[in-house]
């Protein structure tokens, strides 16, 4: 049997079924810590597409994009359920809403690629406060997805980076959505600061880490 907070993802994607999903109900109901990161999960997942303003496309411009960009595979029901609330506009300014969408889309399909693997392990990334604002996903072999809460405020980045007990921080890269896949072998932290456009040499706005064992 899984443990409990391993069911926590799949629960909040009303995956979970059966005899998993009675234990972890009944132990939710008597443990605030479950219940706390089953909202902190729930807030990291559905506040993706909240990037888009909703706007309603002719049926026809719809249709074709629909049949574009929609994927032939099934995805996570969850995905699909928040794609179809996008609508896309028309004109010069409709290009730029569309490639919204689109990097939205890839990030919804690079998380529910992650979700999908059942041994993928994740924790809550957190300030210095103990308050969350993303979740790490990762595998024992290395790789990691962090997903945030909330993009980056605008003319800022994210930057992640990787660090080393006793050492300086390593920059693994900058970011300006909310999903950034990377790799934490070798660090005993992994971080998130906010930055400048490009990035920093070193983290001068540092926004939370989380160990890495």
């Not at 059942?118 to 595998?139: A, D, H, Y």
Request: glycine share 10%; aromatic share 10%; proline share 11%.
């Amino acid at each position: 049997m899984k443990d409990l907070r391993e069911l926590l993802p799949d629960y909040a994607l009303g995956l979970l079924e059966g005899e998993e999903k009675d234990r972890l109900e009944q132990a939710l109901q008597s443990s605030p810590e479950l219940r706390r990161e089953l909202t902190e999960i729930r807030e990291v997942l559905y506040r993706l597409p909240k990037n888009l303003p909703p706007v309603v496309p002719p049926p026809r411009v719809w249709e074709q994009i629909r049949r574009r960009t929609f994927p032939k595979r099934n995805f996570l029901p969850w995905a699909a359920a928040l794609l179809v609330l996008l609508g896309l506009g028309v004109g010069s300014w409709g290009v730029g809403l569309y490639r919204q969408y689109q990097a939205l889309a890839q990030e919804q399909a690079k998380l529910a690629r992650w979700l999908a693997d059942p041994e993928v392990k994740w924790q809550p990334i957190k300030n210095s406060e103990g308050q969350s604002f993303g979740t790490m996903l990762w595998r024992e072999e290395g790789p990691c997805l962090m997903v945030l809460r909330e993009p980056p405020p605008p003319g800022r980045v994210y930057q992640a980076w990787g660090r080393k007990n006793g050492e300086e921080p390593v920059s693994l890269g900058v970011f300006s959505g909310r999903v950034f896949e990377t790799d934490y072998e070798g660090f005993d932290f992994m971080g998130v600061s906010l930055e400048p456009p490009g990035g920093s040499p070193q983290p001068t706005e540092p926004l939370g880490r989380v160990p890495t064992s």
